[in-house]
T-cell receptor
């Protein structure tokens, strides 16, 4: 089954403790992206990747890191999480081309205390 | 610059009545436009997309949307609402010449009244 898989789905942690949210897709998509969703703000893009070893900042990259060493994986790293990063996070992937729809994971709810 | 505005943050309709969710966009070139639906505790699912073919686009679950360039609108409609349509809906725009830039509207929550 074609899918985007995020882990963990839920995480409660404390300020300053490094964490990684994994994202994997099995559709051989070139483009992958991370978003955060906050009430009243819709989805905002954190980072995206056009292909392996190619990443770029989205609209809200501060406090986040990403890497794209393999085509299928695009982990999101919070080196020193803070409470303002408490949010619902989505990973998405698609084929190259702006007319291609994105496929979304089921989301990761992060709570930073 | 690209932008997308969903004109209503909440819409309530009775079951069996028509649904209209409004979306206006701003784009410098020929945009691709999408509607996604998000059910509780789920990721976003594609409803339909417009990519410069037919202006009336049919999607899943009986939804459709019409691209109106003169009005810069891409409103989502459904003739008869079902309880299972209760969800949040997002209008999304991207430009053909800016492969990386995708803009999401802030979402419209659809409530279905019994």
């Amino acid at each position: 089954e074609a899918q985007v898989t995020q882990n963990p789905r839920y995480l409660i942690t404390v300020t300053g403790k490094k964490l990684t949210v994994t994202c994997s897709q099995n559709m051989n998509h070139e483009y992958m992206s991370w978003y955060r969703q906050d009430p009243g703000l819709g989805l905002r893009q954190i980072y995206y990747s056009m292909n392996v070893e190619v990443t770029d900042k989205g609209d809200v990259p501060e406090g986040y890191k990403v890497s794209r060493k393999e085509k299928r994986n695009f982990p999101l790293i919070l080196e020193s999480p803070s409470p303002n990063q408490t949010s619902l996070y989505f990973c998405a992937s698609r084929l190259q081309g702006n007319n291609q729809p994105q496929h979304f994971g089921d989301g990761t709810r992060l709570s930073i205390l | 610059a690209q932008s997308v505005t969903q004109l209503d943050s909440h819409v309530s309709v009775s079951e069996g009545t028509p649904v209209l969710l409004r979306c206006n966009y701003s784009s410098s070139y020929s945009p691709s436009l999408f509607w996604y639906v998000q059910h509780p505790n789920k990721g976003l699912q594609l409803l339909l997309k417009y990519t410069s073919a037919a202006t009336l686009v049919k999607g899943i679950n009986g939804f459709e949307a019409e691209f109106k360039k003169s009005e810069t609108s891409f409103h989502l409609t459904k003739p008869s609402a079902h309880m299972s349509d209760a969800a949040e809906y997002f209008c999304v725009v991207s430009d053909w010449n800016r492969d990386d830039k995708i803009i999401f509207g802030k979402g419209t929550r659809l409530h279905i009244l019994p």
